[in-house]
Structure formats: structure tokens, C-alpha cells
């Protein structure tokens, strides 16, 4: 048997973006001018949100204004004066007022169910974690420590994710088929695997009751890696990163006359900057009146309040730029109080802090940054395995 150490969302981080399906840099995030659909999914969460509106919210509005529709005809046609000469004269019908009560309940709750699951994923923060493991061609089972609060301890099978990789890709497993797990809602989970990996691949635990997604594209969400403040102000956006020397910058629109048509009131000077794959998350507050910082394409939208701090969360699948809008109507300008968001590579991402904090006058944070990719995205999650025990 081989004990794994509790490593969060960092440890094995390349081997988390390989296995999740996190794709290169695409473009199409941007809006479109007289577009009527919602943004392109840039998250799991995002892809939730739409899964609720296209295959929830869509049919029930859909059903409901063809029936009230089809009762406004009928009843022109059935009971106009020339149909109906002479009107009947009733006050009431228990079993209508029966129906028209019960129905609308049943449909709200129809709707309420899955939004309050919806909601609660995206006002909790995430607690995730993940472990990889080098497998040595003997073992088949692996004890994973269920190290979180009691509420929040993994008690079921959903609440546990595991793939099998090497350095040209991974595969999600199926609970019950290619694995078993013991111990659930216990301080120790043991997988055990129905056929024992080769040596050099590797076995990622995904652990936690952050499920999101749509259909059967669910991910656990791991802690965050990032913590992003903004603070809006008439008119634009001042950000830090207080998880590397919280140095800071100001985002404001850049003018017309320096961008083009289709970016204008979305493009700023300066940029977000966060790593593809990872959980960010984003603390909110203001110093003058209530704005909002709102990203479409991750389905997020949250008040900046003067005097409180609010938080949200989001995870970019892919690489790009995302904008939003300041999305609290916060005086004469508010228009003019975009954001821009670049999601990079992890590489990239140290290589941009080291910059940031060499301009306010600190050392860099980390090493030599690669310029590329490893060859093998798995090559750097060995750090998180310990030693058999």
C-alpha cells in the first residue's frame, strides 16, 4: 500500500491541467455585436450555468408562453361576440383555481431546485484537493488522507475523481469498474484500483464536494491557488495579488483613439493576469460607491462594496483574453470601467509576477521560468507523492 501526502491544488499541478482536459489558447471570448446568446463557456462553472438556462429555463419559458399563447387564440376565436352572443355569468371554478395555483408552485420549485445547488457552487470557495502518485507496477491501492472539515468530508463516491496518466495524456476512471473506495466519510480513503498501473504512470485523487460542471463533464474544483483583490473606483479598477507580495496596479479603459472598434470600452491598459487550470479567487471591495466585477465568460458577478469584502471564485479551462464590465449602474462613467483578464500558461503566469514584482521593487518569487512547456506535462507532479510507507 502507498500513503500519499494531502497536496493541495498546487502540488502536481501539471498533472491536474493534463488530465482535466485544459486546452491550448483559444480566441472567440469576446463579445459580439448583436449577438443574443449568452458568452462562450470559459469554465465548468460557466458551462453549469448555461446547461441551467439552455435545458431548465429555456423549455419551461418555451412551454409556457406557447400554452398561454394558444389559450389567448382559442379564447379570441371560442368566445368573441359573434362565437358567444350571449356570455355566461360565473365568478368561479374550484378546480381552474386549483390548477392555476398548484402548477405555477410545482414549476418554481422545478426551477428553485437546481439554483440554489447552482448558487451555493458559486458562493463557496472551493476546497478541493488532489494528489498524484507514481505508480511502481506493484501497488493497486492508494490511502488518501480525508483531512477536511466534517461537513465537508468526502462521504461519497461523487466525491472523489481519479485518473490514470503518463506523459502522453490521462483518462478519467469509472467508480465501481476500475476502482473501489474504502473508507468514505473517514479520516483515510483507500483506492483501490481494479488492475495495477505500470510503473512511471501516474495515479491522480481528485478529493472534495465542490462538483461542478455540466451533464457528465463534472469536475471537483480544487482549493484556489490565487487570490485576485479588486477594488473599483470611479472610474476603472486597482488589482493585487496578495499571495505574491501584493503589489499593485491600475486597470482603466483604454482610449479609442488606442484600440480597435470591437475592443473599445472592453480593452484597458493594463491586464489581469491568472494561470489556466487553476482556482482564482477574486476579493471584491470599492473606495467611493458600489460597483461590480463581472466576467460572462466564467459566469461570475459580484458587488464591490466601500467598507466589505466579497469573494467569488473562478477556474479558465483555456488560455485567451476574457472581458467583462463594471455591472452596477456607479455614476456617469460607469460605462467606462472595463476588465480584461489574460489566462496563461503556469509558466508565464511566474514569469509575469516576477516582473510585477521587480517594477515594485522586490525580488523575483521564483526561479528561471521556463520558456516552453515540459515535454511531459505530468514531469513535475512527483513532488507531491511521498514515500511508501
Known sequence: MMKLNAGRAVAGLAA???LSGV??????????????????????????VHFFHN????????VISLFVLALLLWVMVRYNSKNNPVPRKFSHNTLIEIVWTGVPIIILVAIALPSFDLLFKEDVIPDGKQIVANADGATNVFTVDNDFP???MAAADRHVQVFLGNASGGVGLTPGKDYKLEGL?????SVKLTQTPPAGDRVVVRMGRSLVGAGSNKEIALAPTVTLKAIGFQWGWTYSYPDFGDFEFTASMTPKEATTPYLYRFETDNHVVV????TIRVVTTARDVIHAWALPNMAIKIDAV???LNETWFKADKEGTYY??????????HSAMPISVDVVSRPAFEAWVNAKRVESGMEPMFGAVAAVEPESKLADAAAAVSAPQ
Open 16 to 18: 491536474l491541467v493534463s
Open 185 to 189: 466519510g473517514t479520516p483515510k480513503v
Open 55 to 62: 435545458l431548465i429555463l429555456m423549455p419551461i419559458i418555451t
Open 150 to 152: 466534517a461537513s465537508r
Open 324 to 333: 467583462g464590465q463594471c455591472s452596477e449602474i456607479c455614476g456617469v462613467r
Open 306 to 308: 466601500p467598507g466589505r
Open 275 to 278: 494561470p489556466v487550470g487553476e
Open 23 to 48: 486546452a491550448a489558447a483559444e480566441t472567440g471570448y469576446g463579445p459580439v455585436d448583436g449577438d443574443v446568446e449568452m458568452l462562450k463557456a470559459g469554465s465548468k462553472l460557466a458551462e453549469e
